[in-house]
């Protein structure tokens, strides 16, 4: 079965770090790039950050650049988001999706919630 | 980082046609089109138009259909049925900032 997995939300307090994880399954996960997104409560989407297929380029979102991290595990086909210095504006439902050959985003993981509170 | 501008809401009658444009810049949306989302309440959101060539993913029926003009994306749907209501966003890479910019998404009504 063809998927993508997020799993690691949580409730967590201001200031402190996350890693949120996405695994693939049912494809050949390391001939996409991956990207993760996010959902404020009652708001629209936000891209977060890129990584490219061999894991060779990376880019992030203005709003977490210098605070938060992508990277990837060839061996686990997983992609992971290292999330630190959280604030509650980073509160929502996190997303990872799948992009290749300029199709983006056509496989999206069911997302995890990522509750920033003191 | 600036988004794409698309319209809050559009209503429409069962049956009828509805537009929804989004407008960005020569970086994003007029360099390599627009990547069109559709995500209805309490799911993940999914694609149904890619950027490139405006095409349809498998399984979108070809009620739906995208196009550019300029800076200017828009989705048409036809015949709307009730499930076509939801929100919908339209994306864009952005070749400057090196980001992928997001429209603020236009919830889709359909009287």
């Known amino acids: 079965q063809v998927q993508l997995v997020e799993s690691g939300g949580g409730v967590v307090q201001p200031g402190t770090s996350l890693t949120l994880s996405c695994a693939g399954s049912?494809?050949?996960?390391?001939?996409?790039?991956m990207h993760w997104l996010r959902q404020a409560p009652g708001k629209g989407l936000e891209w977060v950050a890129i990584?490219?297929?061999?894991?060779?380029?990376?880019y992030h979102g203005d709003s977490v650049k210098g605070r938060f991290s992508i990277s990837r595990d060839h061996s686990k086909d997983t992609v992971y988001l290292h999330m630190s210095n959280l604030r509650a504006e980073d509160t929502g439902v996190y997303y990872c999706?799948?992009?290749?050959?300029?199709?983006?985003?056509?496989?999206w993981g069911q997302g995890t919630l990522v509750t920033v509170s003191s | 980082q600036a988004g794409l501008t698309q319209p809050p809401s559009v209503s429409k009658g069962l049956g009828q046609t509805a537009t929804i444009t989004c407008t960005g810049s020569?970086?994003?949306?007029?360099?390599?089109?627009a990547t069109w989302l559709q995500q209805h309440q309490g799911r993940p959101p999914k694609v149904i138009s890619f950027?490139?060539?405006?095409r349809r993913p498998s399984g979108i029926s070809d009620r739906f259909s995208a196009s550019r003009s300029g800076d200017t994306a828009s989705l048409t749907i036809t015949g709307l049925q009730p499930d076509d209501e939801a929100d919908y966003y339209c994306?864009?890479?952005?070749?400057?900032?090196?980001?992928?910019?997001f429209g603020a998404g236009t919830k889709l009504s359909v009287l």
């Open positions: 999706a799948r992009e290749q050959y300029s199709d983006a985003f056509d496989l």
């Open positions: 049912g494809f050949f996960f390391n001939d996409y790039a």
């Open positions: 990584i490219w297929h061999d894991g060779s380029q990376k």
């Open positions: 020569t970086n994003n949306v007029g360099h390599e089109g």
């Open positions: 950027r490139r060539n405006n």
């Open positions: 994306s864009a890479w952005d070749s400057s900032l090196s980001a992928w910019v």
